[in-house]
Nanobody, 129 residues
Framework: QVQLVESGGGLVQTGDSLRLSCAAS????????MGWFRQAPGKEREFVAS???????????DYADSVKGRFTISRDNAKNTVYLQMNSLKPEDTAVYCC???????????????????WGQGTQVTVSL
C-alpha cells in the first residue's frame, strides 16, 4: 500500500505561484509513475501533469495543454515526494489538486485516472482575480 498526502495549497491571487507537494509512505515511489489531477466544483476530474517511469532508467513528463509552460512536475525519490510548481496562476486553475501513483502508467495512459492505483485526499487551490 502507498499512502499519499498532498500539501501546499491555499488562496492566492492571479499571477501568483504555489508549490504543491505529495509525500508518500508505505513504499518507495521510484518505480511508480506519478500524476497530478484536479477537480473544480461542478466539473469532472482532469489530468494536470505526470512524471512517468519507463521501467528502465528514464522519467518522462507530460502536461495538460492548459498548464503547459506554467506548471512543472518534479520528483525527489530520496524524499519520496513529488512536486507541482505552479506559476502564473489563473482563476480557472481553482480546484482540488490530487496526486496519484501508478505502476502500469505508460505513454498512452498517463492522462487516464483509472490507470493510477493510489490517490491522496487532495489540497485546495483557490486563485482570486
Amino acid at each position: 500500500q502507498v499512502q499519499l498526502v498532498e500539501s501546499g495549497g491555499g488562496l492566492v491571487q492571479t499571477g501568483d505561484s504555489l508549490r504543491l507537494s505529495c509525500a508518500a509512505s508505505g513504499r518507495t515511489l521510484s518505480s511508480y509513475s506519478m500524476g497530478w489531477f484536479r477537480q473544480a466544483p461542478g466539473k469532472e476530474r482532469e489530468f494536470v501533469a505526470s512524471i512517468r517511469w519507463n521501467g528502465i532508467n528514464t522519467y518522462y513528463v507530460d502536461y495538460a495543454d492548459s498548464v503547459k509552460g506554467r506548471f512543472t512536475i518534479s520528483r525527489d525519490n530520496a524524499k519520496n515526494t513529488v512536486y507541482l510548481q505552479m506559476n502564473s496562476l489563473k482563476p480557472e486553475d481553482t480546484a482540488v489538486y490530487c496526486c496519484a501513483a501508478g505502476l502500469t502508467v505508460d505513454r498512452r495512459t498517463y492522462a487516464r485516472a483509472e490507470k493510477y492505483d493510489y490517490w491522496g485526499q487532495g489540497t485546495q487551490v483557490t486563485v482570486s482575480l
